[in-house]
């Protein structure tokens, strides 16, 4: 017998337009529960909606939700926070964001709360905390949160660049709200009973669950194939096989979801493995309007009325 969704699924669904008529619109991310503190390029708050759409749409709860690329988590703490799978399986390969990831379902994720309430954020004080470097992995991730709140676009990158001017001109302190972050992160520690969080390779984790026919996979690489120089500025682990990515999606027993820039290259690798697409209207984090792509097995859920699946 199929298990059902938690309750509050069809609450925040309430919010959004039906399926068939909202991929060309953007949707509101300030409707969006906000459950994770990173700031991530590439985040997927504005997918949300449409997740719950997809993972609602299936026949009966999954028993294991994994997401092989977790970054900023939003997805996956979604899915904790709603019920929507019996046990979900976060993958991250960046040491940084990893640490960040491990403090706050430990038993420390107090402490890294405590730890950026208390903190005096200038440039001086941020500077000289980064400076003396960080030996344990409740110090790494509290520099990584740290950059990710004030460094341009939360990008943590080899490169990238402090916040200048900032919202209304204040600089570093224009996304560093500690009282908000202390919430995320306690909010998070919370639900560590419902995830599993693995710091190593999400296509080796792919590959070691293709055969669970009771798992599902949300897929969102951390770079596309559209370019190495865009990738690199924004993540330090941007140089994926994007072709044995989908060679090893086409394998797993159970149901996915991937998301991707639209290049054409990735619909090629789409069409190849016999795969329906979508695009799907999102802002990136200049606010500028862009599609995305929606890839799976099976896009009926989103409704045909406004927007064709490509061939």
Do not use: C
Not at 129 to 137: E, F, N, Y
Request: aromatic share 8%; net charge positive.
């Amino acid at each position: 017998m199929a298990k059902r969704m938690a309750g509050s699924v069809s609450d925040q669904l309430s919010l959004f337009p039906e399926p068939e008529n909202d991929l060309e619109r953007v949707v509101n991310v300030a409707q969006v529960t906000q459950l994770s503190p990173f700031r991530y390029p590439g985040g997927k708050t504005w997918l949300i909606p449409r997740f719950i759409r997809w993972i609602r749409s299936l026949s009966s709860r999954p028993a294991h939700f994994i997401e092989p690329f977790s970054g900023g988590g939003i997805v996956s703490l979604t899915a904790a926070n709603m019920q929507l799978a019996d046990h979900i399986t976060m993958v991250e390969l960046d040491q940084d964001v990893a640490a960040v990831w491990q403090i706050m379902l430990s038993d420390h994720a107090e402490w890294l709360a405590n730890e950026i309430v208390n903190f005096d954020l200038t440039v001086e004080t941020m500077a000289a905390r980064i400076k003396a470097g960080a030996q344990t992995v409740q110090e790494i991730g509290f520099q990584t949160m740290l950059k990710n709140r004030t460094y341009r676009g939360g990008i943590l990158a080899p490169g990238a660049g402090v916040l200048k001017y900032g919202e209304n001109g204040r600089g570093i302190q224009s996304r560093w709200y500690p009282e908000t972050l202390k919430n995320r992160i306690l909010k998070v520690a919370t639900l560590r009973d419902r995830i599993t969080f693995i710091h190593g390779d999400g296509l080796q984790v792919m590959r070691d669950n293709a055969h669970r026919k009771d798992a599902v996979f949300f897929i969102d690489p951390p770079y596309t194939a559209a370019g190495k120089k865009a990738g690199s500025r924004l993540y330090r682990h941007f140089n994926l096989d994007h072709e044995e990515l989908f060679r090893i999606t086409a394998t797993v027993a159970g149901q996915f979801l991937m998301t991707y820039n639209d290049a054409e290259g990735v619909r090629d690798l789409a069409r190849t493995h016999g795969f329906k697409m979508r695009t799907v209207a999102m802002k990136n984090t200049h606010h500028a309007e862009m599609k995305e792509l929606l890839i799976g097995r099976n896009l009926d859920w989103l409704g045909t009325q406004l927007n064709k699946e490509i061939e």
